[in-house]
C-alpha cells in the first residue's frame, strides 16, 4: 500500500505536550464581569458551548488517521476558544478581569502551537496553511487584547476599526496606492535597478571603475533616507520626480554591487572552458556569467522591493502634491486618526509582500536549474 500524501511516511506523530491542558482551569475561575459581579462558564451559554467545542477537539485529535486531520480537529478548538472573548464582548460583558477567560485564551495559543507542528509535517498545498494560520492568528489575538483590555484606540486601534476605516477610505487609499506605487515606485525602481544593473556590467568590463565605486556603495548605503529626502524635493519639486530619484538613490547600489558578485561567481573551469571555445567577452557573459549570475541579480530585485517602498514613503513625508502613503500617514497622524494610518501601513505592508513574493516565485521558474535552487 503506498504512504498517505497527506503526511510524511514512516514518521510517527508525537503525542500533544501538556501545556495546552492548562485551560482546563479555566471553569475555576471567572469567565467575565457584569455589573460588577464575576461570572463563570457555567453562567454563560455561548461561552460554555465554545469550551465544549475546545476540550472535544483535544479528546478527539486521535482519531483522524492522518496529522492533517488531527491539525483541523484542534484548530476547530483554537478557533472555538479565540472566538469566546469576541462573543462575550458582543453580549456587553467585561473581559478584562476575567482571568478563566484569559487561561482559555493562553491554552488555545498553546493549542495552535501543536496544530502549525502538525501542518509542518504534511506535504502537498496543506503546507502552505501554516504561515497563514500564525499570521490570522496573530491578528485575532491582536483584536481580543486591544477590545478585551479596552486599550485606546490612540495607542493601538484593533484590525476591526482598521478594516472599518479601509472600507470608510477606499477611494483615498486607492489614489495613494496609485501615487506611491504605480507612478513612483515603479518608475524609481526600473531606473534604479537598470542603471545599476548597467553600470555594473561597465565596472566589470573596466575594473579600476569597480573599485571604485563599491566605495561608494558603502557611503551610500550608510546615507539615512531622511537625509536624502529633503534635498531631493528641491531639486526635482514635489511631484513624483523627487520621490523617484530617492528610490534610484537607495536601489543602484544594491543592484551594483549584487550584479558584480553574480558576474564573479562563475568558476574558472567553466571560463576556461569558454576560452577554448574561442568565446569572447560578450559571449561569455551572454552564455555562462550572467545565467550565472541570475541569483545575485534576484537577491538585489527583492531587496530593493522593500528598499524603494519605503524610500517613497519617507520621501512623500517632506513633499507631495497631498497625495500619497506618506502623506497621508503624516496627515492622518496630526489628526489621530490611527485607524486610517493602520490601514495605509496594511496596504504598504501587503504591496511590499506581494511584490516581493512575485520576485522570489518568478526567480523559482527562472532560476530553476541552478544549484542553490535545487538544495531547497
Known sequence: ???????????ARPDMAPWPLVMLAAPLLPFAVRDGGALFVAQLPAASILFAVTVAAILARRLPGSALGEALLLLAGVAAAYAAPLVLLNQGHGVAQAGGLWVYVAGATLLLWRVLALLAEVSGPARLAGPALFGLALVMLWEILTRGFQVPAILLPPPSAVLAAFAAHAADLWDDFRQTVLISVLRGYLIGCGAGFLVAILADRVPFLA?????????????PVVGI????????????????????????????????????????????????YGAGYWRTLAMLRLPCALPFLFNGLKINSTL???GAIVAEFFGTPVVGMG?????????????????????????GSLLYGALALAERRVTAWHPSLRKR
Open 1 to 11: 500500500m503506498s504512504p498517505s500524501t497527506n503526511s510524511r511516511p514512516n514518521t
Open 229 to 276: 529626502a529633503p534635498i531631493m524635493v528641491m531639486w526635482f519639486g514635489f511631484d513624483w520626480q523627487s520621490k523617484a530619484a530617492v528610490i534610484v538613490v537607495m536601489t543602484f547600489f544594491p543592484m551594483l554591487i549584487n550584479t558584480l558578485a553574480g558576474l564573479r561567481s562563475a568558476e574558472r573551469i567553466q571560463l576556461d572552458l569558454m576560452r577554448s
Open 211 to 223: 573599485r571604485g565605486l563599491l566605495p561608494l556603495g558603502n557611503l551610500a548605503s550608510a546615507v
Open 308 to 310: 524603494a517602498l519605503i
Open 327 to 351: 502623506f497621508r500617514i503624516s496627515t492622518q497622524v496630526a489628526r489621530m486618526n490611527l485607524d486610517v494610518v493602520w490601514a495605509t501601513i496594511a496596504v504598504a505592508a501587503l504591496t
